[in-house]
């Protein structure tokens, strides 16, 4: 098992966060939830760009590991506004295309002020 970036990565005013931003087990590649962050600061934007940034995080971390968009077979989406649904679909279509993966979607506070989280499970035949 390979653990990426322990240190979680930086929370909003530079805080280190108590997880791996992904472990990779066996051909499997568990992203934990990135938020539209940079620098260890909520960008500034609506749903639109909130929605690329995360979803940037976490197809950073994918290419980190060795992982593209393509080997993404699940991910999950929070949104703190139920009418960003929309938008945030439009965005998503433009990294997953025609061919996306599984993906459950709810409607959440969120810990820190943002818009939106995303995470995705991805897998590749190990070695490959």
Known sequence: ???YGVE????QGGAHMPFARAVEADGWLFVSGQTPMQDGEVINGGIVEQSHKAIQNVIAILE???YGTEHVVRCGVWLDDPRDFA???KVFKEYFGANPPARACVVSSMVIDCKVEVDCVAYRKPGG
């Not at 979680?8 to 929370?11: A, I, M, R």
Request: proline content about 0%; hydrophobic content about 25%.
């Open 1 to 3: 098992m390979k653990r």
């Open 8 to 11: 979680g990565g930086k929370g």
């Open 64 to 66: 980190e590991a060795g």
């Open 87 to 89: 938008s945030f679909n």
